[in-house]
């Protein structure tokens, strides 16, 4: 996709309990030398700090048990130095709402990305649905969703 190519620094999620494996998308970006960042989760603040990663290797569990990267502060990144998000949900909808966790570290972190930024989330069909009951002021839609 042209808006993968065009990314030079990504923020990805690293994949957790039956999500869309990222592990290769990471990979591959990797590969084409840009820029991976991964969040890591700030408990006290609420909220996901974009850490870039040399490796996945790096990687170890965090905050609820999902790998995250090393509190490196030379590593650190602002939202608006991302090209791309790529997003995780439980469901989504046919309007790029989503359906998070509960815990609304992603919503925080979207609502203060530029608007000029794309954000992807990742779905498998099932876990599309036409509307989502529920959306609230405070969620933040993707800007496109792509499913198996």
Do not use: W
């Amino acid at each position: 996709m042209p808006v993968f190519q065009n990314a030079r620094t990504i923020l990805c999620y690293a994949s957790f309990r039956g999500e869309v494996d990222t592990f290769a998308l990471m990979q591959r970006a990797m590969a084409l030398k840009k820029r991976v960042a991964l969040p890591l989760i700030r408990k006290e603040e609420q909220q996901i700090v974009p850490m870039l990663i040399g490796s996945l290797g790096e990687l170890r569990p965090g905050m609820y048990g999902i790998k995250e990267p090393p509190d490196v502060p030379q590593n650190r990144l602002n939202a608006d130095e991302l090209d791309l998000v790529v997003v995780p949900g439980v469901a989504f909808d046919r309007c790029n709402n989503r359906l998070g966790r509960g815990a609304g570290y992603y919503d925080r972190f979207l609502s203060d990305l530029p608007v000029t930024i794309p954000t992807i989330g990742l779905a498998y069909d099932l876990q599309v649905v036409d509307a989502l009951a529920g959306i609230e002021p405070h969620d933040r839609p993707v800007s496109l969703v792509i499913t198996n």
